[in-house]
C-alpha cells in the first residue's frame, strides 16, 4: 500500500515539473469546466438559418385545390429565413436543408394573385428539439392556376423548312407533323392559338422522307391569336418546369412528287376527211400551251399532252372569223385524279388568226342529198325547201371560186336520238345538214349548223312525187 501512494506521489510530483502534462490537464480541466457551464447556466443559443426553400408542390397536395387541378405557378418570394433556438451543441450542426416552408392554399379560386401565410417545418430527418420563427413578413405573394393539358396541330403550312427542297424534277408535295400537346397553366395555354416547327436542315430529296425534330422552344414558336410571337411569355414557365411539351422529338414527313410538263391537246371535231386540219392549228394559239403537273403516280413519266374535256374539243362549223374560246383546265384533270395542277392556271385561252381569210354566205340552197341506209324499206321527204344564211370561209382566192352549186348539202336519216338499229326515227323530225365544200378546197370549211325538216315513212304507203328510193338522192326544194 505504501508503495502504491509512493507511486502517486511520483506522478504529481513530475506532472508539476513536467510542461506538457500540465497543458493537457489544464485542457481537459477546461473543457470540464465549459460543458458544465453551457449545459447548467447557459444551454440554449440562437441563430439565423437563411434560404429555407418553400415547396409549392406540396403545398396543394392532398388539398381541395389539388382535387380541382390547382397549382401554384407563380410567386413573388422562393425561399425565407428563420430564427433557430436549440441547445447550442446541436444548434451548430442545423442548415436550411433541416426545415422546408409551405404556404396556406385557402383563397386559391379567387381573384389572382393571392397573399398566403407562410408556414415552416421541420424536415423529417431532423430530431433537434428546437423552436423558430419567420424573419420578416411571413407572407408570400402568389397566382393559383389550374393545371391544363392542349393538343395543337402543325399544319403543312406551319412547318417551316426554306432549306429543304425537292431534287430537280421533283416537287415537294406536302409536309406532315405529329400533333403537339402541352401542359401548363391554363391562361398561358390557353392564349396558344398555335405555332410553327422551325427545321433548320438543309437537304434536296427525291423521294418521300422521315425527320426527327427536337420538341424545344429553339425550334417552336408559339403565337396567339392576333399572331404574336408569344414564346418570350412562355419561356420562363418552360425554364422552371412548370409548362411542358409531352414529347421529345417531333416526326415530320416530307412528301415528294415527280413533276411533268404537258401540252394541252385538243381535238377538231366535224371536219370533212380531206379537210386540212393543220391549216386550223396553225392559226389556232393556246395560252398557255403547256402546264406542269405533279403526282405520287411514277406513270405520268409517260404522259405528253393533257387531253381537254371532251366536251370542249373544237368543232370546225364553230370557228368563225372572229373565233376564240376558252378550255377548262380543271375540267380536263378530272379524268386524271392522280395528277396535280402545279402550274396553278384554271382557263386556256384559244385565239384565232383570221389573216388572210373571207368569208361568202349563201341564201336558198335547196340541192339537198340523203344518206339513207334504209332506203329499202323506209322512204324521206325534205319537207324544209332550202336553207339560207350559209357561210363559208377560207382563202379568198378559193373563196371566190365557189358558187352555190358547188355546195353539197347531205342528211343522214341514221342520225336521230330515237333511231334504232335497222330502224329510222318514223315521222318528221329535224335533222343536221353536213354542208361541204368540193373536196379540192381542202382549205375552206362551212361555218355554222344547220337543220332541215324530214319526213319518215315506210314504202308500202302510196309514194309521192318527192320521195327517194335510191340509198344517196337529191331533190330540188321550192
Not at 192 to 212: E, F, H, P, W
Request: proline content about 4%; charged content about 20%.
Amino acid at each position: 500500500m505504501k508503495k502504491f501512494y509512493k507511486k502517486i506521489k511520483a506522478f504529481i510530483e513530475n506532472s508539476i515539473y513536467n510542461n506538457t502534462m500540465l497543458l493537457i490537464i489544464s485542457i481537459l480541466t477546461g473543457v470540464a469546466v465549459w460543458g458544465y457551464v453551457t449545459q447548467k447556466e447557459y444551454p440554449d443559443s440562437t441563430e439565423t438559418i437563411k434560404g429555407i426553400h418553400i415547396d409549392y408542390e406540396a403545398s396543394t397536395a392532398g388539398t381541395p385545390a389539388e382535387e380541382e387541378g390547382y397549382k401554384i405557378y407563380e410567386s413573388d418570394v422562393s425561399d425565407v429565413d428563420i430564427k433557430v433556438t436549440a441547445n447550442r451543441t446541436k444548434l451548430a450542426f442545423l442548415n436550411k436543408d433541416d426545415f422546408y416552408a409551405k404556404v396556406t392554399v385557402d383563397n386559391y379560386s379567387s381573384e389572382q394573385p393571392v397573399v398566403v401565410s407562410l408556414q415552416v417545418f421541420k424536415a423529417d430527418e431532423n430530431d433537434v428539439d428546437c423552436n423558430w420563427q419567420v424573419i420578416g413578413n411571413a407572407k408570400a405573394t402568389v397566382y393559383f392556376y389550374k393545371e391544363i393539358t392542349r393538343t395543337i396541330e402543325i399544319k403543312d403550312e406551319n412547318i417551316n423548312a426554306p432549306n429543304i427542297t425537292a431534287a430537280s424534277g421533283y416537287k415537294l408535295k406536302n409536309k406532315t407533323c405529329d400533333s403537339l400537346s402541352i401542359t401548363g397553366p391554363e391562361p398561358y395555354i390557353n392564349s396558344i392559338a398555335g405555332c410553327t416547327l422551325n427545321m433548320l436542315q438543309s437537304v434536296s430529296y427525291d423521294a418521300r422522307k422521315t425527320i426527327s425534330v427536337d420538341a424545344s422552344l429553339d425550334n417552336i414558336t408559339f403565337y396567339d391569336e392576333d399572331g404574336n410571337n408569344i414564346n418570350n411569355t412562355l419561356r420562363p414557365y418552360f425554364i422552371n418546369n412548370s409548362m411542358r411539351i409531352n414529347k421529345k422529338e417531333l416526326t415530320v414527313t416530307m412528301y415528294i412528287s415527280k413533276t411533268h410538263q404537258l401540252d394541252i391537246n385538243y381535238s377538231i371535231t366535224d371536219a370533212p376527211s380531206y379537210f386540212n386540219q393543220d391549216f386550223i392549228r396553225k392559226r389556232l394559239t393556246l395560252d398557255p400551251k403547256s402546264i406542269w403537273i405533279s403526282s405520287d403516280d411514277p406513270s405520268v413519266a409517260d404522259m405528253v399532252t393533257l387531253p381537254v374535256s371532251t366536251d370542249q374539243n373544237i368543232s370546225l362549223k364553230d370557228i368563225g372569223l372572229d373565233f376564240s374560246t376558252t378550255f377548262d383546265i380543271n375540267k380536263a384533270l378530272e379524268s386524271y385524279p392522280k395528277l396535280t395542277n402545279d402550274s396553278n392556271v384554271s382557263k386556256c385561252i384559244v385565239s384565232f388568226d383570221n389573216s388572210g381569210l373571207t368569208s361568202k354566205t349563201f341564201q336558198t340552197l335547196s340541192n339537198f342529198s340523203f344518206k339513207n341506209p334504209y332506203s329499202s324499206k323506209y322512204k324521206a321527204e325534205p319537207i324544209t325547201q332550202c336553207l339560207n344564211d350559209v357561210t363559208i370561209i377560207g382563202p379568198a382566192s378559193d373563196i371566190a371560186k365557189i358558187t352555190a352549186n358547188d355546195l353539197i348539202l347531205e342528211i343522214d336519216i341514221s342520225k336521230s336520238s330515237t333511231s334504232t338499229t335497222g330502224k329510222p326515227d318514223i315521222g318528221r323530225n329535224n335533222y343536221e345538214v353536213s354542208v361541204r365544200p368540193p373536196e379540192q378546197f381542202k382549205n375552206v370549211w362551212v361555218f355554222g349548223h344547220y337543220t332541215a325538216e324530214v319526213e319518215i315513212s315506210e314504202l308500202n304507203e302510196p309514194l309521192s312525187t318527192n320521195s327517194y328510193s335510191s340509198s344517196t338522192s337529191t331533190a330540188n326544194i321550192q
